[in-house]
């Protein structure tokens, strides 16, 4: 491999330049020891666009299991054998609750994720109207992940008070079939049109560790990037027993790493969020992630844990970085450990 000049692609990345095949390329295929120069440039756009800020998230698993779908990476789908918890849309009560707990642990927004599909009528009424309790009591921003969605039902999110739906395109569109046969990338391209239609933000990324070609991981980001959606969750595969990908094991922190930094000079401005997955393959290099992400999740995932919120904030802090409120106000990590919860 010849030498890359990282500090050209970033300086390419900041003047809105798309990378070419052959640098995107080279960042994935870049030695393990040039991982710290990467991420040194890397950081020049990361703090261009975001300073040395961390927006967290909290993610509500609202309704577990049951799904139809075959995607071949899920604990809830119809072909998994995973023993997990499997329960309908919770009560009003416990959603306030999980949003109660959002607060507190200063998430600055609240995902709410539900099974299946596409919501039933019912369903998606009750979400409407537990959107618009949170909203009445807590100050979060609310992301929905309801599945495949039309435009009359973005719509009807829009008004209820939902600021950002997310609906990850999770791969490649060449590499879609190999993980799901149940529905087709353009229906999931198609989500993420009707929530822009709708006038939302959209949320929108990969899960990166399932057999996927370097090319892949490259047209990945270049989907989300011609979407131009606002946020994007990076998620690393975590291999659950009973799932088809249970035994995968493509990942390493430092294949992770150079992933993000890929994401980061391929969709400069957007938030980049370390997902699923970040304590299981990061492990000691988590804070690394954070040169090129901008966000992560707080507390646990849809039925895998998280590491503790107070690791996390340590995390933050250690690394120099500050923790962004709801309305985007930088907050002291070392005040928020002062006020633990």
């Known amino acids: 491999m010849s030498a890359v000049n990282w500090n050209q692609l970033a300086e390419q990345a ?29 950081y020049r756009v990361r703090r261009h ?47 306030l609750a999980a949003a109660a707990r959002a607060q507190e642990l200063k998430a600055g927004t609240f ?43 973005t719509e009807q999110l829009a008004a209820a008070g939902v600021d950002r739906v997310n609906h990850n395109l999770n791969t490649a569109e060449a590499h879609h079939g190999e993980i ?5 990338f353009a229906d999931r391209v198609a989500t993420i049109e009707h929530v822009q239609t709708a006038g939302m933000t959209t ?26 959606v ?35 000079l391929l969709l400069p401005s957007q938030e980049i969020r370390i997902a699923g997955g ?16 901008n966000s992560i999740f707080v507390g646990d995932y849809l039925t895998t844990p998280g590491q503790a919120a107070s690791q996390d904030w340590e995390m933050i802090q250690d690394a120099g970085f500050v923790l962004e409120t709801a309305d985007g106000t930088p907050l002291s990590a070392l005040e928020v450990l002062r006020h633990r919860v």
């Open 14 to 42: 900041l003047g809105g330049e798309c990378l070419a095949q052959s640098d995107a390329l080279s960042v994935l295929e870049a030695p393990d020891h040039l991982l710290l120069e990467q991420l040194a440039a890397v």
């Open 49 to 95: 666009y975001w300073g040395n800020r961390v927006r967290l998230h909290y993610l509500l698993n609202a309704q577990s299991g049951l799904c139809p779908e075959d995607c071949h990476y899920c604990s809830q789908s119809k072909i998994s054998t995973a023993e997990i918890e499997k329960y309908p849309l919770l009560a009003q009560d416990k959603i």
């Open 111 to 153: 995902c709410m994720v539900i099974s299946g599909r596409s919501p039933s009528e019912p369903t998606f009424n009750r979400v409407l109207d537990a959107v618009k309790a949170v909203k009445n009591r807590y100050d979060l921003k609310i992301c929905a992940c309801l599945g495949l969605l039309n435009q009359a039902q």
């Open 180 to 184: 799901c046969t149940t529905h087709r």
């Open 203 to 228: 949320c929108s990324g990969g899960i990166l560790g399932m057999g996927e070609s370097d090319q892949d991981v490259i047209d990945l980001a270049l989907s989300l990037r011609q979407l131009q």
């Open 230 to 264: 606002t946020s994007v969750p990076v998620n690393f595969l975590i291999p659950i027993p009973g799932t088809p990908l249970a035994n995968r094991q493509d990942l390493t922190p430092q294949r992770c790493l150079r992933i993000l930094c890929l994401f980061r």
């Open 278 to 293: 970040r304590e299981v393959h990061l492990r000691s290099l988590q804070p690394l992630g954070l040169y090129a992400a």
